[in-house]
């Protein structure tokens, strides 16, 4: 018998001389003498990296879709015994061509369906050919073109799901590819925070507040462009929304109404004389269920705070006023009561016509009650130099009046007293 050894050896091959960017090629390697099994030490740039595959003697190298310039790449590979002998192969290369151009553009959000464009700004290179594929039939069907650069994805109204178009480009050797992904969403919504009826007090401001967002814009039914909603109108209340996507959402509708006393008014608005009273009343039903509690203000000169028409006797001008409580509600009204006092008026008995702003005039100072019916002036010879209801400044005929002592005469009615009176006197001029 002849026993004859060899030292293990090797060689590879190859499946692809030529690929496209993007695409792999495949090497195969194949163990002689030494002593099986075989391990293969592969690397696809001259040694800077290896790459170990044990038993299987197939390497796939896998290329960048990204390449934009023709490369080729060398391959080689080490054959190792079991008994850690080896040998180099060798070495082959495979022609990476740039693929063309693709690009699907970036995923898009729509609400409840409407339209977008998809594909890049370019979609591809140019003389490549364009075809546009859908994640399904039906979604395929909502493209505009299927060959066109920029289409049009029409999504019908309503519509809320995910889906996705691939884009498949091809110039005179390779193909490429490349996938956007489109989104019909609900979008955000939008709810006011009160879900049942707000009843407030008559002129209570009440404020509404929205839940949701925050949104890009806000638009209440009664013209109210915030967030927040403050009113005192009684009413229904809703807002309309709109997010960062364009969507628009309704909100519930909110029914503020009001309650407790809808109106208060008290009487009366007079004038009484010095000494005298005057009941007041309201138009209110003051000891109704419907109110819980009711006072007369202020306490003075008032026979009850508490009572349904009190009487009030004011010494001078006074305000009273009313205030009621309802279901937790409150409303007040006042009243003015004048007071007159009748015999409270002062005739000067000398004035200063000089222009200095102080006693320039002589009248009567009164306060109410009085009214002036005759007003006279005469000098001491008896001539008349002022006749008239208004104040004299001291003047004849358009000239100032000589320094002396004039005669008056007023006739006077007073407040509650049947027949008028004269009050005559004298008043000296002075400068």
């Known amino acids: 018998m002849t026993i004859e050894a060899c030292t293990v050896n090797g060689s590879i091959s190859q499946l692809q001389t030529q690929i496209c960017a993007g695409q792999s090629a495949t090497f195969v390697a194949e163990g002689n003498c030494g002593v099986p099994p075989y391990h293969y030490v592969w690397t696809p740039d001259g040694g800077n990296t290896l790459d170990t595959v044990y038993g299987n003697p197939d390497y796939v190298v896998t290329t960048s879709n990204t390449l934009t310039t023709p490369q080729t790449i060398s391959v080689t590979c080490y054959v190792f015994d079991t008994c850690g ?49 859908g994640s399904t039939p039906t979604v395929q069907s909502w493209l505009s073109s299927t060959t066109a650069a920029n289409p049009t994805v029409t999504v019908p109204a309503g519509t809320i799901d995910s889906f996705y178009y691939v884009l498949t480009t091809q110039d005179a050797n390779c193909p490429n590819t490349d996938t956007v992904k489109i989104y019909s969403i609900a979008g955000d919504q939008v709810a006011i925070d009160s879900l049942t009826p707000i009843r407030v007090c008559v002129g209570q401001t009440v404020t509404l507040n929205t839940v949701g967002g925050p949104f890009l814009s806000y638009f209440w039914n009664n013209g109210v462009t915030d967030s ?204």
């Open 85 to 133: 002998n080896y040998a180099s192969t060798n070495i082959l290369t495979v022609n990476v061509i740039p693929a063309p151009l693709a690009d699907a553009g970036l995923p898009k959000e729509l609400c409840l369906g409407g339209a977008t464009t998809i594909g890049g700004n370019p979609t591809t290179d140019n003389g490549s050919t364009i075809s546009w594929m």
């Open 228 to 431: 927040l909603m403050s009113t005192t109108t009684p009413g229904p209340y809703f807002v309309i929304v709109k997010d960062s996507l364009g969507c628009t959402d309704t909100s519930n509708t909110i029914t503020v109404s009001n309650f407790g006393p809808p109106s208060l008014a008290i009487f009366p608005d007079t004038t009484i004389l010095s000494g005298d009273s005057v009941a007041l009343t309201s138009d209110a039903n003051l000891f109704s269920a419907s109110v819980d509690s009711f006072f007369w203000y202020p306490n003075t000169n008032i026979t009850c705070t508490t009572c349904g028409n009190p009487l009030v006797a004011p010494l001078t001008d006074q305000i009273y006023g009313l205030t009621i409580y309802s279901h937790g509600c409150q409303v007040s009204a006042k009243v003015l009561i004048q007071v007159i006092q009748p015999d409270n008026f002062f005739i000067p008995n000398v004035f200063t016509p000089n222009g200095d702003g102080n006693n320039d005039q002589f009248y009567i100072e009164y306060q109410s009650g009085v009214t002036v019916l005759l007003f006279q002036v005469f000098d001491r010879w008896g001539e008349k130099v002022h006749d008239g209801l208004y104040p004299w400044d001291g003047t004849y005929k358009g000239k100032p009046a000589p320094l002396a002592v004039y005669v008056y005469v007023f006739k006077l009615q007073l407040y509650g007293r049947p027949l008028a009176l004269y009050r005559k006197g004298s008043v000296t001029l002075l400068k």
